[in-house]
């Protein structure tokens, strides 16, 4: 009984280590804005730059809670979730297919991977001025540019995780018979997972950033109009709001993403 009265406070310090560490973490993260918002403050208390420049951060708080209480803002952040789900989910789709098709198969990796690489190296907002005189500006521009976004990391990321599964797996799946269905439903791709997430991340993360550059360019709603509108206006408050938004949804979806990948990854770290 001694022994285990005494292992007891030891299991309860570990326990609260991780407790510890992640919140002096977040308050070590928090250090840098808050030395910018004191900054920010200070600047425009003491009139370094003119309001029309930097507006107050008590004026932009009371234009928030105005676009808040009118719901301006989450009808601006729903369109944009809207319209990067749908070139998410398309570009996704077909970068999953393309990367296990140029995975699987030598003969459409020489024919498709060089012309696919060319195609990525050209900037998403390069193709804007090509998808205009195309597809106009409506909606079906800017599904185009997101869905482009999210394609090409997907894909290489796709075909990066299936050429890299383990030879021993490979071998496993002869020894037991397996079909080449099997083989990939059962080995391949459970293997190439943390590969795939990553590519499902980044291409999230890719399809965002899109999504408010063609919002400042073609857009008449959406987090990218605002900036525009706002910039326009010369309502630097407004600006600074979508900026916000924009940054606080964009590191809310990558962290969300970042902490999955991270539990589907669990299996990978107890195997080795």
Partial sequence: MAVLTASEPEATRSAATPWRN??????????????????????SDRG????????????????????????????????SLQRVLIGFCIGAGFGLVLGIAMGLS??????????FLAFAQIPTLGWIPL???????????KIIVITKGALVPMTLNTFAGIR??????????RALRFSRWQTLRLVIL?????????????????????????ELLASSEGLGYL???????????????A??????????????????????????????
């Fill in 243 to 272: 900026m916000l938004a924009i940054g606080l949804i964009g590191f809310i979806m990558d962290g969300g993403l970042n902490r999955t990948e991270r539990l589907i990854q669990r299996w990978k770290r107890n195997d080795i």
């Fill in 164 to 173: 890299n599964v383990s030879p021993r797996y490979l071998e496993v799946a």
């Fill in 131 to 141: 998808l205009m005189l195309l597809v106009g500006i409506g909606e079906t521009l």
């Fill in 106 to 115: 030598e003969r459409v990796e020489d024919y498709v991977k060089p012309l």
């Fill in 22 to 43: 992640r919140a002096v973490d977040a308050l070590i993260a928090l250090l840098l804005p808050a030395a910018l918002l004191l900054l920010w403050w200070t600047a």
């Fill in 190 to 214: 459970p293997a190439s997972i943390p590969f795939v997430f990553t590519g499902i991340r980044y291409g999230l993360t890719h399809a965002w950033t899109s999504l408010v550059g063609v």
């Fill in 227 to 241: 900036l525009v509108w706002g910039r326009q206006m010369f309502w630097l408050d407004t600006v600074i709001i």
């Fill in 48 to 79: 370094w730059l003119a309001e029309q420049i930097l507006p107050h951060p008590i004026y932009v708080y009371q234009t928030l809670r105005d676009m808040i209480a009118s719901g301006d803002l989450f009808y601006h952040i729903g369109v």
